[in-house]
């Protein structure tokens, strides 16, 4: 995004944001605030190279996972010393470290982002209170800031317990989320509402997710950005797949946000987590979604 469509921005609800864990300074005192912007520069910089080596040890755990999974289902050659159990033996410790690696930079992410933040938002989804399964309606508030949509032609229960990553949860990340569709709909999504401050001069994303459909699920994620005559573009971003086999996703890229200058600042963008639903129906048990804007 050029600095003219950034000054062109619409300002976004609420004033400045306030990072957890980083008081901030007496504004009169310059160099106070000096050295809180030095902090705070300091915990992203440590932030993203956190993130950089968790992408490249996902990418060689998910090697090791789908290579052993091959051998213990007969799809390669098992080779001396690794006879079919041994693998699937494993599979399964490789895939729960990869799991923890999700649930730790859950929590890092967690704790780096500011109240109304999109990973601030995710997190509080994913603590909602255990509740047994029960059926939901289109466009139903299931939590706080957080609805699920879907056409009418479709049901849709919904289940609350407690966190299926096969490692400890990171506290933010306390409940997993099921749900399990019936009948035809075009789309199934989860949406809240973000501040305009934290998208409008971000240039990039990344996105991580964890759970376990019955069938390859893609993910796609997407802002409703308001237009001043009411109306709304979507903009899809980016997306995730997960699928029996790989139960662990993450992806990251430019947000490409349009000009903000075409919308209506006063009303807040809306983050919506668009499910691909197949045909036949979909059961699907969640159990981390992040995402985070730079």
């Not at 469509?5 to 009169?28: F, K, L």
Request: charged share 25%.
């Amino acid at each position: 995004m050029d600095s003219a469509s950034r000054n062109t921005a619409p300002a976004g609800p609420g004033g400045a944001r306030r990072e957890p864990g980083i008081s901030a300074p007496d504004a009169a005192d310059p160099e106070d605030l000096f050295v809180h912007l030095l902090r705070k520069d300091r915990l992203i910089l440590e932030l993203k190279e956190a993130l950089a080596e968790r992408d490249g040890r996902i990418v060689e755990l998910e090697r090791t996972v789908a290579d052993a999974r091959r051998r213990a289902t007969g799809g390669g050659p098992a080779g001396p010393g690794m006879p079919s159990a041994y693998a699937r033996m494993l599979s399964d410790r490789v895939a729960a470290l990869a799991g923890r690696l999700a649930a730790l930079e859950a929590d890092l992410l967690t704790a780096a982002a500011a109240p109304g933040s999109a990973q601030h938002r995710l997190a509080m989804l994913f603590a909602t209170p255990h509740a047994e399964g029960r059926t939901v309606q289109p466009q139903e508030k299931i939590c706080r800031f957080w609805n699920i949509g879907f056409e009418p032609t479709a049901s849709v229960r919904l289940t609350v317990r407690p966190n299926g990553i096969e490692v400890p949860a990171p506290d933010s990340y306390g409940s997993s989320i099921e749900v399990i569709l019936s009948g035809q709909t075009r789309w199934l999504t989860f949406g809240t509402t973000l501040a305009w401050d934290e998208i409008v001069d971000a240039e990039d994303f990344d996105a991580a997710a964890a759970g376990e459909p019955d069938r390859s699920l893609d993910i796609y994620l997407c802002l409703r950005l308001w237009q001043s005559d009411g109306g709304f573009v979507q903009h899809f971003f980016g997306g995730l797949k997960l699928d029996p086999q790989s139960r662990q996703a993450g992806t990251s890229g430019p947000l490409n946000l349009p000009d903000p200058a075409m919308f209506d600042g006063a009303r807040a963008p809306v983050l919506l987590l668009f499910l691909s639903p197949p045909q036949d129906g979909l059961q699907v048990r969640l159990d981390h979604i992040s995402l985070s804007f730079r």
